[in-house]
């Protein structure tokens, strides 16, 4: 019999009556949790794409309307002529 130092801890905790322990021992436990984490990574960065790309068209919503506003105000300030002033076009 080989001798694993790193299966000794795991032995112990079966052995302790902890049942959690077990079932890392069970063959195919380890690709269940790679299966596991791979689908959760994989539905995490949908998720997060789905997030950014709603976060955009917000962003792009917002902005729009105040760049709007900002160009009105502009507008508005560069019409207005200071009393007396001469209207004068330059070309």
Same mark, same amino acid.
């Given at each position: ?16 009556? +902890?049942?959690?322990?077990?079932? *890392?021992?069970?063959?195919? /436990? ?5 299966? /596991?984490?791979?689908?959760? $990574? $994989? !539905? ?6 789905? /997030?950014?790309?709603?976060?955009? =068209? ?5 902005? +729009?309307?105040?760049? =709007?506003?900002?160009? =009105?105000? =502009?507008?508005? *300030?560069?019409?207005? $002529?200071? !009393? ?8």
């Amino acid at each position: 019999m080989i001798f694993r130092p790193e299966l000794a801890e795991r032995v112990e905790k079966i052995l302790a009556g +902890k049942i959690e322990a077990a079932r *890392l021992l069970e063959p195919g /436990y380890v690709g269940s949790v790679r299966r /596991y984490r791979a689908r959760w $990574q $994989q !539905e995490n960065r949908a998720a997060w794409g789905e /997030y950014h790309q709603g976060q955009a =068209a917000r962003h792009r919503a917002v902005l +729009k309307a105040l760049l =709007a506003t900002h160009e =009105a105000r =502009a507008t508005k *300030l560069m019409d207005v $002529q200071p !009393e007396g002033a001469a209207c004068r076009t330059f070309t």
